[in-house]
Each structure stands twice: as C-alpha cells, then as structure tokens.
C-alpha cells in the first residue's frame, strides 16, 4: 500500500482469496484493505496513538439518515458526554480533496452538529472548526489533543 503523510503504524494485515485484510481495533474484525481504508486505519491510529483520543469514543462508519437516505461517517469522534465532536471524511490517496468533498462532510454536519471536520486522503489534511453562528467553518493547521 501507499506510504500516507501521517505516522507509520505497526498493523495485522493477511490474505484470504488473493484480497488483503486489515484487522480494525474498533470494529474487532479483519475489514478488506482497500486504498480508503488504509487511510482510515491509519486516521485512526492517529487520533489515539498521537492525538490521544481514547478508543471508547471513537465510531466507525456510524449511520445518519439524511432527506431520507442513510449515510455513513467514516469516523465520528465522540465528546465525553456522547455528543458528535469531531467528523472525519476520508478519501483513497488517489481521490483529489474538492468542494464537492466539504460539502459532503458539511451536509453530514448539518446533522450531527459536530465542532471539527476533517477531510483527508492520507496525503492532505484539512481539518476545520465550525462556526454555527454563522453557518461556515475556519480551517485550522491541526486539531486539539483529547
């Protein structure tokens, strides 16, 4: 797989039927490694090995439903009384960060009313904070440690 711009991690990965797996401590199962979910896992591994948000507090893929249509968070960062706190999109490496990908996470925010997002391929970051006062969010150059 792709090297990413964040920090290497050490994890278990095997192959069953010419396809790879990697395990996922969230969901305790080996999940298909594709390029997307080799920039989640390693999100995720982020968030708690170096950001220190404690695993309990993290979901991934956690349902919405949206006008009717049900989505689906890559990870959705709880605060410690349950509330949404920080929303991450990832992309595979390959996909190009646009507007099209901010409105996604921003019409999933609509919902969940979370204080950060975050958009990445694993190559780029973007993290933001909202600003629901006035319906926008700022960039910011990283988000805060648990």
Sequence with gaps: MQTLNLPTYKFR???????LFIFDILRKKYVVLTPEE??????VHY????????ISLIAIEKKLTIN???????????NTNGEPYIIVECKSPSIKI??????????????????FLI?????????CTM????????FLADIPDF
């Design 13 to 19: 990965i095997k192959s069953n039927e010419n396809k």
């Design 38 to 43: 080799w920039v989640r896992q390693h999100f």
């Design 47 to 54: 968030l708690i090995e170096e950001k220190n948000y404690p």
């Design 68 to 78: 009717g249509l049900t989505k689906r968070t890559d990870i959705l960062v709880f």
């Design 98 to 115: 646009n507007q099209d990908t901010f409105d996604q996470i921003a019409r999933y925010n609509l919902k969940l009313q979370s204080h």
């Design 119 to 127: 958009v990445t391929n694993g190559l780029e970051h973007f993290y």
């Design 131 to 138: 600003d629901f006062k006035n319906e926008n969010y700022q």
